[in-house]
Every structure is written in structure tokens, then in C-alpha cells.
């Protein structure tokens, strides 16, 4: 009976120790986890600290990008060469080819410092087009649109309208160019001088560069980013320009930039596992400290 009762005396000390021990490690298991929290919380504010930073830069020099178009634009304005295709009533028959085709090195000294642009044209008419690469003047041939270049499935009178009547940067559009093959990108359109309607006339000059979309998600994301991030761009008009990395975007921390001379509102997403992949070795301390304890 001596025997009985003492290993009964034995359950219920071991059963009081492991109480105790369970207890115990509830206790030290709930402090960790505020502190796993504010930890975690820290380094996600560096993370996106750190992002917010880089991106910033990033979305600052496409800022500066677009508005280096405009002063493109103002030097073409003041060139002796070509103001008289915008201001006179020029036609093909009046221009000398090969004076006209010399014009091509001009647009590209303006655009070669600038590797966000691919395609790029001075549009004077349908007949009289200028681009990076070579002119378009009474050629029988062939047209600079559609044979050189074409947007979506618009027909010229159709792109032109487009430019004409929402000039500035359009959303993202699918080009099919014969010297950048098929891309998509956003347009920037502007008229050649100034003008006070809201919409362009008919026979308004026209500069068009298209920015190709992916050297712009190369330029603002890294590697990671480009993986597992998110990027949209929008107007200050609030229009919705192109949108990268959609379906990553519940997996993503969203922070937001406005840049100051082109007014784009851009979102990122910075993956959230940046954060998890920087918490892996402090748990490992906890959970060693909650083994020891």
C-alpha cells in the first residue's frame, strides 16, 4: 500500500512540475510574441524605408525623362531647318530630300541621352515625317505609318486623332515598329507650337516619342521587384496609364510616390516576403529561447 501511495504522490508532483512548466512557457511564450511583433514591425518600416528611398530616385528620373521631351521640343521649335514645315504651308514637292533627311541628326542628338525612348517622329502630315532613323518625303513606295510603324489596330487618321486630341502621356499601347519590332508603351504626343485649345487642329505638327514599358519597369524595380512586386502608373488626371505585376499585388506592401513636374502617381508593391526572409534568423532565437526555457 506504501508503494501505491507513494508513486501516487509521485503522479501528482510530476503532474503540479509540468503545470507549472506549461505555465511557465505560456508566460515566456506570450512575451515573445509582442516582441516578435514589434521586431517584425521595425523591420518592415526599414525594408519600406530603405525601398522608399531607391524608389524615389527611380521615380524621380522618369520625371525627369518626360520632361526632357519638352525641352527636345523647344530646341525643335527654334531649329530654322524645320520651324518652316510647322508654320508654312509647306508640301512634299517644296522639300529638298536630302536636305530633309540631314534633320534625322538633330532628333537623334535630342533622344540618344534618353534610352527610356524607342520609337520617335516629328509628324509635319501624312506625307512629311521625320524619325530617328530616316525621313519621310514623297516616297511612293512605301508610308511611315503603316509600313514603319503602327499602333494597336488603328489606322493613321485614327492615331493621329488620338494624339491630336490627348496630347501629352497616354496609357500603355501595343506597337509594331520594323527598327524596335513589336513592343508596348506609353505615348508622348505634343504639338509643335503653342496652341489654346484644348484639342489640336488638324494640320498641327506633332512630336511623338513612345517609351517602351519595360525599360520603364527596368528603371524603377529591381530583379526582386520585377519577380514579385507590383508597379502601376496613373495621371495626374488620375487616368490609369500601365499597370505591372497584377497578380502579385496581394502579396505585396503598397507605398505610394508622386513626382512633382509630371504629376504621375505611382504605386509600388514591395514583396512581402522581403519582410519574412529578414524575421527567419530572429525566430530561430526565439524558438531557442523558448527550448531553453
Same mark, same amino acid.
Given at each position: 500500500?506504501?508503494?501505491?501511495?507513494?508513486?501516487?504522490?509521485?503522479?501528482?508532483?510530476?503532474?503540479?512540475?509540468?503545470? /507549472?512548466?506549461?505555465?511557465?512557457?505560456? /508566460?515566456?511564450?506570450?512575451?515573445?510574441?509582442?516582441?516578435?511583433?514589434?521586431?517584425?514591425?521595425?523591420?518592415?518600416?526599414?525594408?519600406?524605408?530603405?525601398?522608399?528611398?531607391?524608389?524615389?530616385?527611380?521615380?524621380?528620373? /522618369?520625371?525627369?525623362?518626360?520632361?526632357?521631351?519638352?525641352?527636345?521640343?523647344?530646341?525643335?521649335?527654334?531649329?530654322?531647318? /524645320?520651324?518652316?514645315?510647322?508654320?508654312?504651308?509647306?508640301?512634299?514637292?517644296?522639300?529638298?530630300?536630302?536636305?530633309?533627311?540631314?534633320?534625322?541628326?538633330?532628333?537623334?542628338?535630342?533622344?540618344?541621352?534618353?534610352?527610356?525612348?524607342?520609337?520617335?517622329?516629328?509628324?509635319?502630315?501624312?506625307?512629311?515625317?521625320?524619325?530617328?532613323?530616316?525621313?519621310?518625303?514623297?516616297?511612293?513606295?512605301?508610308?511611315?505609318?503603316?509600313?514603319?510603324?503602327?499602333?494597336?489596330?488603328?489606322?493613321?487618321?485614327?492615331?493621329?486623332?488620338?494624339?491630336?486630341?490627348?496630347?501629352?502621356?497616354?496609357?500603355?499601347?501595343?506597337?509594331?515598329?520594323?527598327?524596335?519590332?513589336?513592343?508596348?508603351?506609353?505615348?508622348?504626343?505634343?504639338?509643335?507650337?503653342?496652341?489654346?485649345?484644348?484639342?489640336?487642329?488638324?494640320?498641327?505638327?506633332?512630336?511623338?516619342?513612345?517609351?517602351?514599358?519595360?525599360?520603364?519597369?527596368?528603371?524603377?524595380?529591381?530583379?526582386?521587384?520585377?519577380?514579385?512586386?507590383?508597379?502601376?502608373?496613373?495621371?495626374?488626371?488620375?487616368?490609369?496609364?500601365?499597370?505591372?505585376?497584377?497578380?502579385?499585388?496581394?502579396?505585396?506592401?503598397?507605398?505610394?510616390?508622386?513626382?512633382?513636374?509630371?504629376?504621375?502617381?505611382?504605386?509600388?508593391?514591395?514583396?512581402?516576403?522581403?519582410?519574412?526572409?529578414?524575421?527567419?534568423?530572429?525566430?530561430?532565437?526565439?524558438?531557442?529561447?523558448?527550448?531553453?526555457?
Amino acid at each position: 500500500m506504501e508503494y501505491i501511495k507513494a508513486i501516487k504522490d509521485y503522479k501528482r508532483l510530476y503532474l503540479r512540475y509540468l503545470i /507549472l512548466y506549461l505555465v511557465f512557457s505560456i /508566460l515566456v511564450i506570450s512575451c515573445q510574441f509582442p516582441i516578435y511583433l514589434l521586431v517584425k514591425n521595425d523591420t518592415r518600416k526599414v525594408i519600406v524605408d530603405k525601398y522608399e528611398a531607391t524608389l524615389s530616385n527611380s521615380a524621380g528620373a /522618369l520625371d525627369r525623362t518626360i520632361s526632357e521631351l519638352t525641352n527636345a521640343i523647344n530646341v525643335i521649335r527654334n531649329d530654322q531647318r /524645320l520651324v518652316k514645315f510647322c508654320y508654312e504651308n509647306y508640301t512634299a514637292e517644296d522639300i529638298n530630300p536630302i536636305e530633309f533627311n540631314s534633320c534625322t541628326s538633330l532628333l537623334n542628338s535630342l533622344l540618344i541621352p534618353n534610352n527610356l525612348i524607342g520609337d520617335a517622329s516629328i509628324i509635319f502630315d501624312k506625307n512629311i515625317v521625320l524619325t530617328r532613323q530616316r525621313s519621310f518625303v514623297r516616297s511612293r513606295l512605301y508610308n511611315f505609318y503603316p509600313d514603319f510603324i503602327q499602333c494597336n489596330e488603328l489606322s493613321y487618321m485614327q492615331w493621329t486623332e488620338l494624339l491630336r486630341n490627348n496630347y501629352g502621356l497616354l496609357p500603355e499601347m501595343t506597337y509594331q515598329s520594323s527598327d524596335y519590332g513589336t513592343y508596348k508603351g506609353l505615348t508622348f504626343s505634343f504639338p509643335l507650337y503653342s496652341t489654346q485649345s484644348s484639342a489640336v487642329s488638324e494640320d498641327q505638327s506633332l512630336f511623338v516619342a513612345i517609351l517602351p514599358t519595360t525599360r520603364i519597369v527596368s528603371l524603377l524595380m529591381d530583379q526582386t521587384l520585377q519577380s514579385h512586386g507590383y508597379l502601376k502608373i496613373s495621371s495626374g488626371k488620375g487616368e490609369n496609364l500601365f499597370e505591372f505585376g497584377a497578380e502579385n499585388m496581394e502579396d505585396c506592401i503598397l507605398i505610394n510616390m508622386h513626382t512633382p513636374l509630371w504629376l504621375l502617381d505611382i504605386d509600388y508593391g514591395i514583396p512581402k516576403f522581403l519582410v519574412d526572409e529578414e524575421m527567419k534568423t530572429f525566430r530561430r532565437i526565439l524558438i531557442a529561447l523558448g527550448i531553453k526555457s
